[in-house]
Structures are given as structure tokens and as C-alpha cells.
């Protein structure tokens, strides 16, 4: 079995637009704790219908998703794996995300009269996921690999077992209260790499999945239907994922013929045309906005995605400037140890009570405060991929 419309082997422009992407992400998280930020940068409210610059960068990861499923499936081919194979990966990899979106989610209401502190409880999961999916050398044995791996389950268990969230007197265990930022990357990948998988690659029909999802999330939000479907819900996060895959798809079939102005005019027209119709359709389908995932956002934040594509096509695959990017390639490339490690910085912080200076808590310093924090996690997450100590689903 081969793809009907085979990718390049890899595109370093990818790797670019993820760190970036990551970076942002690492950046935007920190920044939540600080006051005193531009109100651009911000998330928007729920009932607002706008979108700061914060609103862009997850819907940016979902796309970059969807840039890599051609990809990553095709090589899977080339190197002679089984479908069986293919797809026990894409249910593996879910499911990976899933669990680790699970106990994220649940941080969220974590009870002060649970046994263990917070911090204590998000360290040792983050700790847990670390020992289960660690990409382990190949010094490693099999024996020791299966005693980690163990150990990083039954650390998981006991944390759930002692898990209590809610209030004193009003507790609960562990539940999917909206499944956490990996949880929903694990499932939009779930659904767009088996239909991807099971349509062969096949362009077109690569664009009329992207069209049903896109087309039940303008009809969900059009006509106030709200039919959220178990796993697909609105259809947002699929839309922004299959709108990757559709965009990698169409880059491969005119990547033999090389770079010319054609290529850049077709990409730019695309991320304007999303755009466009993001606007247009504003005022009939709930305005703007990310936590109520509206069709304008997910249509703007597409568009967005594929002009930044675009400018990183340009830049690395184009004139070779992936030096540029050096600083935060790892973002790129050990993407989930980055994701993890503030886990571990923020737990770390308050099981010593550690706080920033207020003057790094305000406005224009608390600005470069996080962005310095985004940096150190990112050149952290080298080091660590350095030592073997880096995170693979």
C-alpha cells in the first residue's frame, strides 16, 4: 500500500513553524500569570467577539498537526511498515496524548484536601509520563525498559488513586471535564490520521473531509444547533487538523517542480481566502472567538497558519536559513519535553513556595519575564534531548 500523493521525506520548515509555535505556547502559558499585559496579546473572554494574539497559537499547533500527518504516514510507508502496523501507531499515539491530557485536565480542580499537596501530585505525574514515554536508547535493555515503563504506570495509578478534586466537602475523582490541550490534540489526530490513513492520502478526498468538518462546525454555530458529537464534538480542532493535512498534501504535489512564484501567489491566496471567509461569515455563526471554538476563529487561525507556513517554506526549505532557528529548534523537535517541562517548573515553584519579584509579575517586565521563561525551557528541553532524556509518542 502507498500513498497516492507521496510527501517529501521531511520538511525542515515544519520542524521551524513547531518551534515557533512552541515557543509561543511555553510563552502564552507563562504569561497568564502576569497583569498589565496589551489586551491584544490576551486570550478573549467567552462572550467577546474578538481574538488577541494568545488565541492563535493553539489552533496553530492543531494545523501543524495536520502539516505532518502526510508526512510522517508516507515515510511509514517508504520504510515498508504494514498498515497494522500504521495504525496501531496513530491508536498509540492517541491514546498517549489522551491519558496525559486526562491528568492535566484534572489539575484544574484538584482538591486542597486531597492527601498529597498539588505540586507533589503534578510533579510525580509529569515524573510518570517521563518514564513511559521516554524515547530510551538503544543502551537500554529490554528488561530495564519494561521495569521504567512499569514504574511510570503504576505511578500514574497511585496518583489517580489518590487523586481529589472539587471542593472538601463536595469531592469527586478523575474526570473529563474537557480533556486538557494534549487531550485534544490526541483526539483530532485519532480521527484525521485513520481518515487520512483509510482514504489512501488521496487528495480530494483529503478536501471533502476537511469540508464535512468544517461544514458541521459553521452548521453547529450558524444555526445555534450544538451538536457535539462524542470525540469530533463542533468539528473545530478536526477542521484545523484536516486543513494541515490538505495544505501539506497540496505543497507535495508541486514540490517537484520546484520554487517559483506560482507556489508563494497560491499559498498567499490561501491564507488570505481563509481569512476572508473567516470575516465573512462572522456576524452569522458567533462571531470570533476560541473557547467557544466558532467557525470565523477556526477559519482565521487557518489562514493565519498558512501565511506563517508559508513565510517558513521561504525562509528554511527556500533559502536554507534553519540557522536562524537554532536557539529553539528543540521546540521543534522534542516538542512534548518542552510542553512538560513547565509542569515540572511550576510544580517545583510551589512546593518552595517560590514567587517572582512583582515588578516580573507587571506589564512590560512580567512580558520579558515570560519570554526569557520560554527560552530557558526550550534550551533546557536541548539539553536533556542531548543526555537521551526526551519524550517520543
Known amino acids: 500500500m502507498t500513498l497516492a500523493t507521496p510527501a517529501p521525506k521531511r520538511l525542515l520548515s515544519v520542524d521551524a513553524f513547531r518551534a515557533l509555535n512552541m515557543l509561543c505556547m511555553i510563552f502564552i502559558n507563562d504569561l497568564s500569570g502576569v497583569k498589565g499585559i496589551p489586551y491584544w496579546m490576551d486570550h ?6 474578538r481574538m488577541g494574539f494568545a488565541d492563535t497559537i493553539f489552533p496553530a499547533f492543531l494545523f501543524i498537526v495536520g502539516l505532518s500527518i502526510p ?11 504494514s ?20 491528568f492535566h485536565v484534572n489539575l484544574e480542580s484538584y482538591s486542597s484536601a486531597a492527601i498529597l499537596p498539588e505540586a507533589v501530585w503534578e510533579i510525580l505525574i509529569t515524573l510518570g509520563f517521563f518514564l513511559i514515554w521516554l524515547d530510551y536508547p538503544d543502551a537500554v535493555s529490554k528488561t530495564k ?14 496518583m489517580a488513586a489518590l487523586y481529589k478534586g472539587g471542593d472538601a466537602a463536595d469531592s469527586h475523582w478523575m474526570r473529563p471535564e474537557w480533556w486538557g490541550i494534549l487531550g485534544i490534540i490526541g483526539w483530532s489526530y485519532l480521527v484525521c490520521g485513520f481518515v487520512y490513513f483509510l482514504v489512501n492520502g488521496k487528495f480530494p478526498a483529503v478536501i471533502i473531509a476537511f469540508a464535512v468538518f468544517i461544514g458541521f462546525n459553521i452548521i453547529n454555530h450558524g444555526l445555534h444547533l450544538k451538536l457535539n458529537l462524542p470525540v469530533i464534538y463542533d468539528g473545530s480542532s478536526m477542521s484545523l487538523v484536516m486543513a494541515g493535512a490538505v495544505i501539506s498534501l497540496w505543497y507535495a504535489r508541486i514540490f517537484t517542480k520546484g520554487y517559483n512564484a ?5 499559498l498567499f491566496l490561501a491564507g488570505c481566502f481563509a481569512i476572508a471567509a473567516g470575516l465573512l461569515i462572522r456576524p452569522y455563526t458567533e462571531g470570533i472567538s476560541k473557547i467557544r471554538a466558532t467557525p470565523s476563529w477556526v477559519l482565521i487561525c487557518t489562514g493565519i497558519s498558512i501565511l506563517v507556513f508559508e513565510i517558513m517554506v521561504y525562509l528554511v526549505d527556500f533559502k536554507g536559513k534553519k540557522n536562524r532557528f537554532s536557539l529553539i529548534w528543540p521546540a521543534g523537535t522534542v516538542t ?3 510542553y512538560l517541562i513547565p509542569y515540572l517548573q511550576v510544580g ?9 519579584p512583582d515588578v516580573l509579575n507587571y506589564g512590560w517586565s512580567g512580558f520579558f519575564r515570560s519570554w526569557a521563561v520560554a527560552f530557558v525551557v526550550v534550551i533546557i528541553g536541548g539539553f ?6 526526551k519524550l517520543k509518542v
Not at 498509540?92 to 491519558?99: D, E, F, I, P, W
Not at 536533556?384 to 532524556?389: C, E, F, G, W
Open 44 to 49: 478573549a473572554k467567552r462572550m467577546e467577539d
Open 71 to 81: 508526512l510522517a504516514i508516507d515515510r511509514k510507508f517508504q520504510k515498508g511498515e
Open 83 to 102: 498498515s497494522g502496523s500504521i495504525a496501531s501507531h496513530i491508536l498509540m499515539r492517541s491514546l498517549a496524548l489522551l491519558v496525559m491530557g486526562f
Open 145 to 158: 525498559r519494561y521495569i521504567f515503563i512499569g514504574a511510570g504506570w503504576l505511578t500514574l495509578a497511585v
Open 262 to 266: 506560482k507556489l508563494w501567489f497560491m
Open 336 to 338: 512534548l519535553t518542552c
Open 348 to 356: 517545583f515553584y510551589r512546593l518552595v513556595h517560590f514567587h517572582y
Open 384 to 389: 536533556l534531548a542531548k543526555k537521551h532524556l
